[in-house]
C-alpha cells in the first residue's frame, strides 16, 4: 500500500486510510509503534518491547505468586 507524507504543521505525517485503520483496530488518537528491520520498517498498533516485558512479568507473577501474596498483605 502506497502511502503519501504530507505536511502537517512544521512536521510531516502520514495519513492512513480508514480501511488501514480498521484493518489495524485503530482509532484517532492510538499510538502505533515503529521498529526498525533490515529490510525497512514496520508499524504495529501494540509496543514489542513492552509485550516482551509483559511476557516477564507474567511468568514471574506465575512463579512467585506466594511471595506476591505476602507483599499484598
Known amino acids: 500500500m502506497k ?4 505536511t502537517v504543521g512544521n ?5 492512513l486510510p480508514k480501511e488501514l485503520m480498521a484493518r489495524l483496530r485503530l482509532e484517532k488518537g ?7 528491520l533490515p529490510d525497512g520498517i ?13 511476557d516477564v512479568a507474567e511468568k514471574v507473577m506465575r512463579e512467585d505468586r506466594n511471595v506476591l501474596r505476602k507483599l499484598a498483605e
Open 30 to 36: 492510538d499510538a502505533l509503534y515503529a521498529t526498525e
Open 42 to 54: 514496520k508499524l504495529s498498533p501494540f509496543d514489542p518491547e513492552l509485550a516482551d516485558q509483559m
Open 3 to 6: 502511502l503519501k507524507i504530507t
Open 11 to 15: 512536521s510531516a505525517g502520514i495519513v
